[in-house]
């Protein structure tokens, strides 16, 4: 099985500012052993860590489009990427969601969803204002599109809800309709910045065990990042840290969690000769 994403010698500076330095994140392939810099599996759940300032959403936004590198390579099936609109990413099977939620408040449940899948249809103005045939045939297909992606999570999101605003949610069902939305855009790869953040415990226990289910259940490629290290032990196949934008250390999230680098990056000097 080839690599599905490929980052290999990024770089990224603000003004003076270096966010992402000459980021090489070397792993082997799924194609006969041959080595890449990052290989994202079909199926496999990829974690990013670091501490703040690290350069994890700089990340996202370089693989999703909002910024282009100043210098460096990004691959979806083994295809340049760089340059390309953060739509036309989407389109080729990347779908993100934000650290900080992003649905429309004011639109329904399910009018959220549908939006996601507008992007694909093929219909023309005019045949969506005079209401052709191929336009509602198109408009009922989103409309099923949308409900299939709000049945994986159950209740939360089901039945009555489906016509409430946005807005009446409580904020882990937004979460859920942020990635219910992502869904409707069939992707290949989720990437999800911090899902469980501002959660109790209890919801982040469900979105853990969600992001297993998108894995097993649907077969997603995801690419998480996040803070909880429960949430982050609970879910991840393979994590790599970050500190200041470099690769300080890749593995298991035990390796990972026990690394010298890693404790210093989040305690600080010393830290790690101390415990």
């Known amino acids: 099985m080839s690599a599905i994403l490929e980052l290999s010698g990024l770089s990224k500076s603000f003004g003076g500012l270096t966010v992402i330095e000459n980021l090489d994140l070397a792993v082997e392939s799924t194609q006969g052993g041959q080595v890449s810099d990052v290989a994202i599996k079909q199926g496999e759940i990829l974690s990013v860590i670091g501490p703040n300032g690290a350069g994890k959403t700089t990340l996202f936004n370089l693989i999703s489009g909002i910024y282009r590198p100043d210098s460096g390579e990004i691959r979806m099936d083994g295809r340049s990427i760089v340059g390309r609109s953060p739509e036309e990413i989407a389109n080729l099977g990347i779908a993100r969601t934000f650290q900080t939620l992003r649905i429309f408040l004011n639109m329904t449940v399910k009018e959220n969803v549908m939006a996601a899948a507008y992007g694909n249809t ?10 052709t045939p191929a336009s509602r045939r198109e408009e009922r297909e989103i409309s099923e599109l949308a409900e ?51 959660m109790n415990p209890a919801e982040t226990h469900e ?43 890749e593995g298991s999230f035990a390796d990972v969690a026990t690394d010298p680098q890693v404790i210093e990056a989040y305690l600080g000097y010393g830290a790690a000769s101390k415990k």
Do not use: C
């Not at 093929?122 to 209401?131: A, D, E, N, P, Y």
């Open 122 to 131: 093929k219909t023309g103005l005019w045949q969506s204002i005079f209401r």
């Open 148 to 198: 299939s992606k709000l049945a994986f999570f159950g209740e939360r999101l089901m039945g009555y809800r489906w016509d409430q605003p946005a807005y009446s949610l409580s904020y882990a069902n937004r979460r859920r309709l942020e990635i219910a939305r992502a869904m409707a855009t069939n992707p290949r790869l989720l990437m999800l910045d911090e899902p469980a953040a501002g």
């Open 207 to 249: 979105i853990t065990e969600l992001i297993g289910r998108l894995r097993d259940e649907v077969g997603y490629s995801i690419l998480v990042i996040e803070h909880d290290m429960h949430v982050v032990e609970g879910i991840s196949d393979r994590v790599i840290a970050l500190d200041h934008g470099v690769k300080i250390a």
